[in-house]
């Protein structure tokens, strides 16, 4: 079994409907974190999270919410989702302090119309 | 702040050619510093890191150095194989919050 999980690995929707990623991990790890993918521009980070109770924005946070139900358990949500949030989302998992590396799901392949 | 620029790509190689992608970085404090590989429809895997000025990291036959002097940390192998064709990422993070910084890749397409 994989030890990042996404649901769903695909997923079309419209402008305007909520969305909901959910990300979920056995790993045991503290810290978990959400990027969008999109062609030429590498990943970006939308939000992170060091414990259930520290949420923090990253780098492209509007437009885009979080919950961290769980120490497992990291969703990404899209209020009122738009066209130009079409990408690729991963969650990635890491330890907490230090450097160490980041683990990452499979990816969500979002497309909204 | 803290960056990562690497070599444009896409990349075709032949079989069995020499591989080198350029990385370079800038940072604040003492980065670590990895290489991502990304297979077709599958997330981001570690490929190698290194901590340290002067460490070398290496998998599968790649190989980077983490170069102080130069901010550099390239990846390199001697003989691509066809199942090395993928996406290459390189990233650093920093102690602060664990952040990490990726590059924007590089594809990889390695023909018989």
């Known amino acids: 079994d994989a030890d990042v999980t996404q649901t769903p690995r695909n997923r079309i929707t419209k402008t305007g409907k909520r969305i909901m990623l959910e990300c979920s991990q056995t790993?045991?790890?503290?810290?978990m974190y959400w990027y969008r993918q999109d062609p030429g521009l590498g990943l970006r980070l939308i939000y992170y999270?060091?414990?259930?109770?520290?949420?923090n924005k990253g780098e492209i946070s509007d437009g885009y919410s979080v919950s961290r139900q769980a120490q497992a358990k990291f969703s990404l949500s899209l209020e009122s989702a738009i066209p130009n949030q079409t990408a690729l989302y991963f969650c990635?998992?890491?330890?907490?302090?230090?450097?160490?590396?980041?683990?990452f799901g499979p990816g969500t392949r979002l497309t909204v119309l | 702040g803290n960056s990562v620029t690497q070599m444009e790509g896409p990349v075709t190689l032949s079989e069995e050619a020499f591989l080198t992608i350029n990385c370079t970085y800038t940072?604040?404090?003492?980065?670590?510093l990895f290489w991502y590989v990304q297979y077709p429809g599958e997330g981001l895997q570690l490929l190698l890191k290194?901590?340290?000025?002067?460490d070398k990291g290496s998998n599968k036959g790649f190989e980077a150095t983490y170069r102080k002097e130069t901010t550099s940390f390239h990846l390199e192998k001697g003989s691509v194989q066809v199942s090395d064709s993928a996406v290459y990422f390189c990233?650093?993070?920093?102690?602060?919050?664990?952040?990490?910084?990726f590059g924007t890749g590089t594809s990889l397409t390695v023909i018989p």
């Open positions: 990635a998992t890491s330890v907490s302090g230090g450097t160490d590396t980041q683990y």
């Open positions: 790993k045991g790890h503290d810290r």
């Open positions: 999270s060091f414990d259930v109770k520290d949420i």
């Open positions: 940072a604040t404090g003492y980065p670590s």
């Open positions: 290194a901590t340290k000025a002067d």
């Open positions: 990233a650093l993070s920093v102690l602060t919050g664990n952040q990490f910084y």
